[in-house]
């Protein structure tokens, strides 16, 4: 396991750096760790998924008041010995919160857009605002691989700027159940709902476009992803999303507990399933030690590259 990013202060101070290998937690080498005390615990709907869940998002997860041990290799081979402390789940998710919408333009003409959540429109909003410079880029590169998601009509309404004529990109289907059918041992069928995109009024960006895509990228983030690879509008370039989209139904459990359950079951706009396996890229790129060391983006250069 390698730290993709340092955003406390305090460790930094304490010598912690992206590009540090983690190599045991409290004194246990970190994969027994992972495997002993967070992997059982995380549920998951593909193997990726697992991974990132296990390793991005709990394995140091635990009582704030124990502290955690860390034994860490850097890029000299020389290993440290490091002392830190658990914080609220709220603190952690706000010094990790960035802004939903990042653009830039890259050397070359190219449109760099991150969409890093659909929790809400202000996405949407924000490209709609920055479209008529974005327009005239030579090539687009979307970055969601960091988007959990959020609303799917939101990821829509950008792609929908991509789209030249009204094209079907998803389907999906929720069980229709009768109890009367359930009594009369009758099959119960499912309900499907086919989607479309509408052009929009202004000209349509005609130019070059990018997917990014990680574990990561999940929920109504993978319906963009779903959506663009549908349409066959571009690459998609990284890893395999997450692999589970479908509207959650929260149920609270005793004892103060919480489940989701999805209630219908995605697909790309021809059927094809990716839930349970996620949607595969056109390019597969992982980030590389060295990369991450150098402050290199291994996804984002490859995509650069892939410009005609």
């Known amino acids: 396991m390698t730290i993709i990013g340092v955003y406390d202060e305090t460790l930094s101070a304490k010598g912690i750096k992206t590009g540090m290998e983690v190599l045991r937690v409290n004194n246990i080498p970190v994969k027994a760790y992972a495997a ?6 995380q549920s998951a709907s593909t193997e990726q998924d697992r991974q990132t869940r296990t390793y991005d998002y709990a394995l140091l997860s635990g009582a704030l008041h124990e502290p955690i041990q860390l034994q860490l290799r850097d890029a000299t081979g020389k290993t440290s010995e490091h002392t830190i402390a658990r914080v609220k789940s709220a603190d952690r998710s706000a ?7 990042e653009y ?3 050397p070359g003409n190219i449109a760099y857009v991150a969409l890093n959540t659909f929790g809400n429109d202000s996405c949407a909003k924000a490209f709609a605002a920055n479209y008529p410079e974005i327009s005239k880029a030579k090539a687009i590169i979307f970055d969601v691989r960091n988007n959990g998601g959020g609303n799917t009509s939101v990821g829509w309404a950008i792609l929908n700027y991509l789209a030249n004529t009204p094209a079907l990109v998803h389907t999906s289907y929720t069980r229709d159940y009768k109890p009367t059918h359930r009594a009369w041992n009758r099959k119960l069928q499912p309900s499907l709902n086919r989607s479309k995109l509408i052009p929009p009024d202004k000209t349509p960006y005609n130019g070059q476009v990018i997917v990014l895509t990680s574990a990561r990228t999940f929920s109504a983030a993978e319906d963009f992803a779903a959506a663009f690879k549908t349409m066959k509008r571009g690459l998609i370039i990284g890893e395999a999303t997450g692999g589970s989209s479908g509207q959650p139904l929260f149920i609270t459990l005793p004892g103060n507990g919480n489940a989701r359950i999805c209630t219908k079951r995605d697909m790309l706009g021809d059927g094809t399933e990716f839930v349970g396996v996620g949607i595969q890229p056109d390019k597969i790129v992982s980030a590389t030690l060295k990369d991450l060391r150098n402050g290199v983006d291994t996804a ?3 995509a650069i590259k892939s410009i005609q």
């Open 36 to 41: 002993r005390y967070i992997a059982p615990y």
């Open 95 to 101: 010094r990790l919160r960035v802004p939903s919408f």
């Open 104 to 106: 830039r333009m890259l």
């Open 300 to 302: 984002l250069q490859a």
